[in-house]
């Protein structure tokens, strides 16, 4: 079949980022504008298709020179919007934000940045708009099938030849793609969007468009009603569509859309143009420049700004007109005329000098460069307790406090870590000193199992507990534990594997799994208290952000808002933990510290004070923060107060 220049296409392609930048752009009317992606996988597919069986057809195909014209294609504008970031970070985040910023870059160059993301996806993902290189995960799901399409086709060519067969084995691995990503959708749907093989039916589908394509050809009125009601149905998607996840069975309307398109071989005003033919020849670099300047724009809290908005997008197209003038298609055609050895080996070397630099970028985030007030957010106390390595982990036998016998055992996580010092000052000058044992992630009770077979350690810490306790007799028990990351955040959901469970129960957090988790809590704390007191402490409350480096982004953008949460947004996330502890105290006579006094007032719980972190992160307090404990822990601990207190 014909190769020319396809004006439609090109045309589609202009649909495609349009629609992709007006819902970055929070553009009314675009809230599914991000189905633009789908749009240019299926026309990806459709060319990757049409190359390798015109190559294979005639018997002269080259995976090296498909690969090196691949890399032509796409790496050089990547390189070029990689090294901007890495240039505008350096000015424009602090530290974390930038090792993030180089972490993020370094899987771009890869064609890794989809893994990546789905990696960070979750209850500890940072916002989407701090992710300055975010949408490099499509061109990742493009390249890994661009490494895997040319050996199918391959392998399938060798099999069968014909048009008709090969659409049919297309056809059923679009099934079978398809309804992984629509199982995903409902039951992880981070996977769903990011995850190659939940997309891979979009990319497919233009591979069948291209054979179906190969076997007929539409009357010219058919294929305009085609070309019509294709582009009406991927504009309609991209204004009217709500899904709860993506793509999932959603995303057929879209790719359905598209395949419509090519199929009617026509065009309209709405393809073919000035304007069109301008917007398909640079959509990728458009593609590339424009989310950058949009998460800049959040970086910088300017994003609520209609005019900033619209000014980031003329940057956009400006950039975007640049980079396809002066870089992209010249060096592209220069590159034709090399060698595929010079081509790939020129795209290596960019690898490792652009990534190398993300790398260290990565490693190091050059604090140094940082102005004096943003440093003193960033260092004016320590983050984390300062015998941490020292103390944290299975291994470690902790004293807190003077030498003598032990007057105190202090178990639970990384969260009982942050205490430790506040507890051991409330404590004033009384005998004796506090035991310390925990490990990151770990509820340091005995009788659980733990669904990962690499934390182990956190088992045996739990199980050694009453060992540990009963060469102290009578000796005071604290428990401090991140207990709402351990049940879900008080919500069921039998989706997700649970951390901890009870030997013999449920694994996930299904209802019948918080009714087993809820009796072996109440029955270990109350065998425990049986023979000792036993304190628990109440949750500490979680920020949604990184508040250290939220506070310092803030004073490097010249800005200040305090950070914190509702009372509200506190009981909820903290419900069933709540609920468990109160049934504690009333039923074993455990007995509670609730710290929320000293964090938190009638309407929020503070995570900043006067511009300086109260936490390290999002959940652990730090230095500064677990001060304003050491007078709650007083309360019960210090001198002359009776514990009953």
Known sequence: MSTAFRTDINGLRAWAVLLVVLFHFAVPGFGAGFAGVDVFFVISGYLMAQILHRGLSHGNLSLVTFYASRVRRIYPALVLVSVACLVAGWFLLVPEHYMALGRHVR??????????????????????????????????????????????MWGLFRWVRSHLALLAITVVLI???LGWSEWLAQHRPDEAFYG?????WELLAGGAVFHLCAL????????????????????????????????????LLPVLGAALVIIGRSESPLTKGRLWDWLGERSYSIYLWHWPLAAMLHTLGLFQ?????????????????????????????????????????????????????????????????????????????????????ECLGVEFDCHYGPDGPVAMVLAGDSHADTVANPLMAARGGQTGNILFQGNSACLT????????????????????????LATLPGVPLVLVNRLSEYTNGSQIDADRKAYFYIPGGDRYFTAAWFEQFRHWYLETL???????????????????VDVTSTLAQQALMGQSQPVYISRARYAERHAYALSLQDQA?????????????????????YGSDNGLPLYRDEDHLNEFGNQRLTPVFERYFGVGRPAAD
Request: glycine share 6%; aromatic share 10%; hydrophobic share 45%.
């Open 585 to 605: 105290v009333e039923q074993c006579g455990v007995r509670l510290i609730d710290i929320t006094s000293a964090l938190c007032d009638d309407q929020r719980c």
């Open 196 to 200: 190659f093989f939940a997309r891979a």
């Open 175 to 177: 099934a079978a793609s």
């Open 445 to 468: 009770l005995p009788g659980l199992a733990h669904t990962d077979k690499d934390r182990q350690d956190c088992v045996d810490l739990g199980n050694e507990l009453p060992d540990v």
């Open 305 to 389: 700004s209609a005019s900033w908005r619209l000014a980031a997008l003329a940057l956009a197209l400006l950039l975007a007109e640049l980079a396809y003038r002066f870089m992209e298609r010249p060096l592209r055609e220069r590159l034709g005329r090399r060698s595929n050895r010079f081509t790939l080996g020129g795209a290596l070397l960019l690898l490792l000098v652009v990534g190398g630099s993300a790398q260290a970028v990565r490693q190091l985030g050059f604090p140094e460069r940082m102005p004096e007030h943003v440093k003193a957010i960033l260092y004016a106390y320590p983050d984390h307790n300062p015998r941490r390595e």
């Open 216 to 251: 007929t050809t539409l009357p010219r009125r058919l294929g305009q009603g085609f070309h019509w009601a294709g582009l009406g149905i991927i504009v309609l998607t991209a204004c009217v569509v709500t899904p709860a996840a993506w793509p999932g069975l959603w995303a």
């Open 526 to 544: 109350c065998g425990l208290a049986a023979e000792r007191e036993v304190w628990i402490m109440r949750p500490i409350p979680e920020m949604d």
């Open 107 to 152: 899987e771009s160059l890869l064609f890794n940045s989809n893994h990546r993301y789905l990696s960070e996806a979750g209850y500890f993902d940072t916002a989407a708009e701090s992710k300055w290189m975010l949408h490099t995960w499509s061109l990742s799901v493009e390249w890994q099938f661009y490494m895997l399409y040319p050996l199918l």
